[in-house]
């Protein structure tokens, strides 16, 4: 069974930093993209960043460029999104999911989701 | 911008049909996926390239693309179907992001 479980949200206040973790676990991470999507409070979803597992490349949204960073520790199967420079607007729930088949065109499955709140 | 277009909501009685349109010119010559969303939980997909059904979703959910819209068809509609519907595609022409949701439609279920 695939399972995927985010942590290290929590309320920052604007300019500060958060660092997320997806704990992964019941699949093969061999030819895996995994990505990060939020979602603001009573919006819809939104694609931040994803990583191809095998061999690190990455890419972001326009609003994640230069402020976020994805990575991976491929030995503790642990997915991360480095935020720095927090704003209001970034006020969301982070969703950890896993691409599906080798393409990862889309999400096969889903975390629970951390929430991250930047407020003054 | 890149701009999925879906109606804000779709109202449908139990056992009746309801059809989600997800609108972009030309986006019959993409790949659309669908995920389904209850109050409180994460998405689920429910249809992706066009028409698949992961494993444990209901053959009464169903997916066509063709032309300017793509659409999840829910046949038999049951209580437990309301939810929020969001379709996706992936595009990887440069002037967005690669990855785009729809803006996503309220299914109530009379």
């Known amino acids: 069974e695939v399972q995927l479980v985010e942590s290290g949200g929590g309320l920052v206040q604007p300019g500060w930093s958060l660092r997320l973790s997806c704990a992964a676990s019941g699949f093969s991470f061999h030819d895996s993209v995994m990505h990060w999507v939020r979602q603001a409070p009573g919006k819809g979803l939104e694609w931040v960043s994803g990583i191809i597992w095998t061999n690190g490349d990455v890419g972001f949204a326009d609003f994640a460029k230069g402020r976020f960073t994805i990575s991976r520790d491929t030995a503790k199967n642990s997915l991360f999104l480095q935020m720095n420079s927090l704003r209001p607007e970034d006020t969301a729930l982070y969703y950890c999911a896993k691409g599906g088949d080798t393409s990862g065109y889309f999400f096969e499955h889903w975390g629970q989701g951390t929430l991250v709140t930047v407020s003054s | 911008s890149y701009v999925l277009t879906q109606p804000p909501s779709v109202s449908v009685a139990p056992g009746q049909t309801a059809r989600i349109t997800c609108g972009r010119n030309n986006i019959g010559s993409k790949s659309v996926h669908w995920y389904q969303q209850k109050p409180g939980q994460a998405p689920l997909l429910v249809i992706y390239?066009?028409?698949d059904r992961p494993s444990g979703i209901p053959e009464r959910f169903s997916g066509s693309n063709s032309g300017n819209t793509a659409t999840l068809t829910i046949s038999g509609v049951e209580a437990g179907d309301e939810a929020d519907y969001y379709c996706q595609v992936w595009d990887s022409t440069s002037d967005h992001p690669p990855y785009v949701f729809g803006t996503g439609t309220k299914v109530t279920v009379l």
């Open positions: 390239y066009d028409t």
